[in-house]
């Protein structure tokens, strides 16, 4: 599956545990990472040298994005309840 342009749930529902551009303690589940434009729900890194790999390595699919961006924020919600340690 492709990733739906401008959905952006995956760059506020999710958690990245490492430093970010602009996010240097990285960015917990929930918070709207500061990279995400929010005129378009665009990441303003992507495709760029600064595009963290976390982001690089996610893989869109249905099971992750649902049906939509409300169903893919439910869904990573839940996965990151499912593996808080």
């Keep these: 599956m492709e990733c739906r342009k401008g959905c952006g749930a995956c760059c506020i529902a999710a958690?990245?545990?490492?430093?970010l551009p602009g996010m240097p303690m990285g960015k917990?589940?929930?918070?709207?990472?500061?990279?995400?434009?929010?005129d378009s729900n665009l990441c303003s890194l992507w495709g760029g040298d600064d595009y963290p790999a976390t982001c690089q390595?996610?893989?869109?699919?249905?099971?992750?994005?649902?049906?939509?961006?409300?169903?893919?924020?439910?869904?990573?919600?839940?996965?990151?309840?499912?593996?808080?340690?």
Aim: charged share 20%; with cysteine.
């Design 57 to 85: 390595n996610f893989k869109a699919e249905l099971a992750v994005c649902g049906n939509d961006r409300a169903e893919a924020i439910v869904l990573i919600d839940k996965l990151e309840l499912a593996t808080r340690s």
């Design 28 to 38: 917990p589940a929930g918070m709207v990472c500061v990279n995400l434009l929010a």
């Design 15 to 19: 958690s990245i545990n490492h430093p």
